[in-house]
């Protein structure tokens, strides 16, 4: 274990937040021999420790400060102070994803290209290509322990997936199984396969899907270069007169502000945190805030394009035994307008517990089909549609003008509206969703709105012009050469697939470009 870094060493990388972006950078700078120290906002829980109830978990895991909505999204309706479902905990959000782990697309990396311009968004090529990424995306996959990479066997399929297929063959669809999961079909890395236990969202109590909580930051640790801070939520960013950055101000579970000086600030604390960090940071210097000439900080937050299908049959399916999420569709994946919109979407097996059941199905409908519906609960097939939403100006993220957090500091506002595709493109997913279930024998169907978002990107975007964006190819500031951002928040775009993968080869690549300018002396 490191020995705590002293306040005034100046030497560290600071790295704020331990999820998949700052967890998996903060082992390989240390791996390195890089000196770095993880400021992460919440408690320290250990896998064993997970409590396997939704509401309960929830209460353990998720990040329940203060957030404001606005826009016409149905989030801001129905969950006012919940724009997001994330975690507040090290680990980050990776203690409660999935697994889902893709691969971007090639046409996603360049969309504005394929696309055309496309009124009512902010389309932009993101400075980076699949090809920059691959050699990156294979060392993540096997960091991860991906299924079907690397030799992998694919997870078992339980009977929500058996419908998925069942239907997918009655549609045509041809590229269905059980998932590119980041949960171990079998033991790997020293942890155990998975148990089939069906609480990933409430975090794995086996170690069976990987999270940088017990994969990435014990490693870290392991080398004595790597110390990570829990209940440390950072609060500003301070620089120097020259305008480059020397540490971060947090404050501890009681409120105490302590100042970590560092020789570079990586900023991981997810598509709200990170450009409201940012913007809590304005000095007179840097007045609209850190890395914001161009202004786009906060600007283009995406959330993906997401809704559910449930169905019910007349035969029990108990579709919450087993994995969540093994269990994908990639046919609609594709880009091809003749279906009404541009980009694509992917289908995934869900499967929520009664209580979100409950609140997510209809909120507010407790009506004979809701009421219904529950009595069917063991007789239930879910599915979560996850596609590409259109990045745009109006969709940000920006401070609060009346609400403060307990450090006294403006508390996220969290603003969005569907684009005309981002709706074309769900109601086509309803319709095919629906339609899959019927095909084997659905009594009911259900589209159900979209939940709070688990999938956060772009308010801090990559661009090839500083003009365009906040942070280059390597998510490094284009004002400030000694900031970089390690998060979803850098995509420039957000793809069909579930962003983790990315964030984590961004993660390592970013690594390798931090450790090569440190020792040309550049940073």
């Not at 003749?338 to 289908?347: A, L």
């Amino acid at each position: 274990m490191a020995a705590p870094y002293d306040l005034n060493d100046d030497s560290v990388v600071v790295i704020i937040g331990s999820g998949a972006g700052g967890g998996t950078l903060g082992n390989e700078l240390a791996q390195k021999g890089i000196d770095t120290v993880i400021l992460e906002a919440g408690p320290r829980v250990e896998y064993d420790e997970f409590v396997n109830d939704e509401w309960e978990s929830f209460g353990q895991l998720a990040w329940k400060d203060l957030r404001t909505t606005g826009g016409t999204w149905r989030v801001a309706k129905n969950f006012p102070n919940l724009p997001a479902w994330i975690v507040k905990a090290v680990g980050g959000s990776t203690t409660h994803w999935a697994g889902a782990s893709l691969r971007f697309q090639e046409h996603e990396f360049k969309t504005l290209t394929h696309y055309g311009k496309i009124e009512g968004t902010s389309l932009l090529d993101w400075p980076i290509s699949l090809a920059d990424l691959e050699p990156y995306y294979a060392k993540a996959e096997d960091k991860m322990g991906v299924t079907r990479t690397n030799g992998i066997e694919g997870l078992p399929g339980n009977n929500n997936f058996k419908i998925l297929k069942a239907g997918a063959d009655k549609l045509g669809y041809k590229e269905c199984h059980t998932g590119n999961m980041a949960i171990n079909s079998a033991e790997r890395d020293g942890r155990m396969g998975c148990q089939q236990t069906g609480f990933c969202f409430q975090g794995c109590k086996w170690g069976a899907k990987w999270s940088t909580l017990y994969t990435e930051i014990p490693k870290g640790e392991a080398t004595g270069k790597l110390e990570v801070r829990p209940n440390a939520q950072a609060v500003k960013i301070e620089h120097d007169a020259t305008g480059k950055v020397t540490g971060v101000t947090y404050a501890d579970k009681d409120g105490k502000l302590s100042t970590q000086k560092a020789r570079i600030v990586a900023v991981a604390g997810n598509s709200i945190e990170s450009p409201r960090l940012l913007l809590n940071s304005a000095s007179t210097m840097f007045p609209n805030g850190l890395a914001n000439s161009s202004g786009q900080v906060g600007k283009n937050y995406m959330r993906h394009t997401t809704g559910s299908v449930y169905a019910i049959f007349d035969k029990p399916v108990h579709f919450y035994r087993g994995t969540t999420m093994a269990g994908i569709i990639r046919d609609e994946a594709k880009h091809d307008t003749s279906r009404g919109f541009s980009g694509g979407y992917e289908m995934e097996t869900l499967a929520l517990g009664v209580p979100f059941m409950a609140a997510f199905l209809d909120p507010g409908a407790w009506g004979r089909s809701f009421t219904t519906a529950l009595d069917h609960y063991d007789h239930m097939a879910g599915m979560w549609i996850v596609g590409e939403d259109m990045p745009r100006d109006i969709n940000a993220v920006t401070l609060d003008p009346t609400s403060k957090d307990a450090a006294g500091m403006p508390v996220a506002h969290v603003s969005f509206t569907d684009h005309p595709n981002d709706e074309a493109m769900r109601n086509h997913a309803y319709r095919q969703g629906s339609a899959l279930y019927d095909a084997v024998g659905a009594t009911r169907t259900f589209p159900t709105p979209p939940y709070p978002s688990t999938h956060n990107l772009g308010t801090n975007r990559m661009s090839e012009k500083a003009s365009d964006g906040v942070v280059n190819k390597f998510g490094q500031a284009h004002d400030i050469k000694n900031l970089f951002v390690s998060d979803g928040s850098q995509f420039t775009t957000g793809g069909a697939e579930n962003p983790t993968l990315t964030i984590v080869t961004l993660a390592i690549r970013q690594a390798d470009y931090i450790a090569q300018e440190m020792s040309a002396k550049n940073i």
